[in-house]
């Protein structure tokens, strides 16, 4: 059987609507994944997380800098408290079962606070000579490159040590949880990739695969990982 992935979705706070790009399901099927959407308090984060085989943190607004011991910035952006609630939980129930997570932007920087990381709210105020991180150009167009550590998992996942990425966001990775180690950089310093050797599969990375996979094969082979990692860890059993 095909493993469940779960995949997490916006939330439209004024609207009361839950949204996804339908590029992250796209990606998934053509992985090899069952997607389930998912969305939720935190009740049912901690109920759903048993019958997934492997998660999707999917890309957003900002997440509330309380959740790392600091106020909002003039910069900081929209944020979702209902969406923060229930990721941050399925976020670390993930991380302690072993559940196999690949997250995206957002998703990234929520690997990194929920586990005791911080983030930069603002790169243009905070890191006022980075490059352009917030992309002018469409979501299909490779903005700029990051270097990937020699040695590391997305290392034998892209098969490279250099990529071109697009990029879509104002803040990034400050300080990394407890066991993770950074496994990409912007040519400005700026995080684009975390992962954690010690849990079957948990990486992270600020761009977007979603919108390249059609045309880019590191893009499809990081989709293809998380499948294959949550299909040999249901194998065997968690």
């Known amino acids: 059987m095909n493993p469940l992935i779960g995949i997490t979705c916006s939330i439209d706070e004024q609207a009361d609507r839950l949204q996804l790009n339908a590029a992250y399901l796209e990606a998934v099927e ?7 959407l998912l969305a939720g308090g935190r009740e049912v984060a901690l109920e759903v997380i048993s019958r997934l085989d492997g998660i999707l943190f999917t890309g957003g607004v900002d997440l509330d800098p309380a959740y790392f011991g600091e106020d909002p910035l003039p910069g900081l952006g929209e944020v979702s408290p209902r969406r923060d609630l229930f990721e ?34 603002d790169i243009p105020s905070q890191l006022p000579n980075a490059l352009q ?33 697009n990029s879509f966001h104002h803040q990034s990775v400050r300080r ?23 849990h079957p599969f948990w990486l992270g990375v600020q761009w977007h695969p979603e919108g390249l996979w059609h045309e880019d094969e590191a893009s499809r082979a990081l989709f293809r990982s998380l499948v294959d990692a949550a299909r040999e860890v249901a194998s065997r059993g968690r």
Do not use: N, W
Request: charged share 20%.
């Open 88 to 121: 941050v939980e399925l976020c670390r129930t993930a991380h302690r079962l072993g559940v196999p997570s690949l997250g995206i932007c957002r998703g990234c920087q929520l690997m990194a606070i929920a586990l005791g990381g911080d983030v930069y709210q």
């Open 133 to 165: 991180h917030a992309q002018r150009g469409p979501r299909f167009h490779k903005s700029h490159g990051v270097t990937v550590t020699p040695g590391s998992r997305l290392a034998r996942i892209a098969g490279t040590d250099g990529l071109r990425v």
């Open 30 to 36: 053509a992985a090899g994944g069952v997607p389930v």
């Open 176 to 198: 990394l949880p407890q066991g993770a180690s950074v496994c990409a950089v912007a040519p400005d310093g700026v995080v684009e990739a975390f992962e954690d050797k010690s």
